[in-house]
């Protein structure tokens, strides 16, 4: 058993925020028709979210300390991570990549210093998506 890390990007979207584009084009998928039709009889909107993966890791247990220490995480409970939290966490990766050294001194390995350049990767990824109004969301299990 490890340590799975994951970052989300998510997209809310009702039938009140789709794009002119898309207003012809059914919300749920052919597979969920009778799930809308029933909520379409009893509320006055549909809705959806959709969630894609941009980030994991496994048993990476000072990135998962990084996340406790920048943003709200209760323990198995997906966690918003909001521009500044990202922020922070670009900059302390940044400054630990810049010196190729650890928190406690020692050299970074080959390995961790490959793994710490995906995740500054993808935090800047992330960043970008925030810009285009999607929500950043952390999830870990044991």
């Known amino acids: 058993m490890g340590l799975d890390m994951f970052l989300f990007a998510e997209k809310y979207e009702s039938e009140f925020t789709r794009s002119p584009l898309d207003m012809g084009k059914p919300l749920y998928p052919e597979a969920l028709k009778e799930a809308e039709k029933s909520l379409k009889e009893h509320h006055t909107f549909m809705a959806k979210t959709t969630r894609y993966k941009i980030g994991y890791w496994r048993n990476v247990r000072d990135l998962h ?73 952390y999830y870990a299990s044991w």
């Open 65 to 137: 300390y990084l996340f406790i220490e920048n943003v709200i995480y209760d323990e198995g409970a997906y966690a918003d991570v909001d521009e500044k939290a990202l922020k922070n966490m670009v900059d302390e990766i940044s400054h630990v990549l810049t010196a190729n050294r650890r928190y406690d001194g020692t050299a970074l390995t080959d390995e961790e210093h490959d793994e710490l350049a995906y995740t500054l990767e993808t935090f800047k990824i992330a960043l970008r998506l925030i810009e285009q109004g999607y929500d950043i969301t």
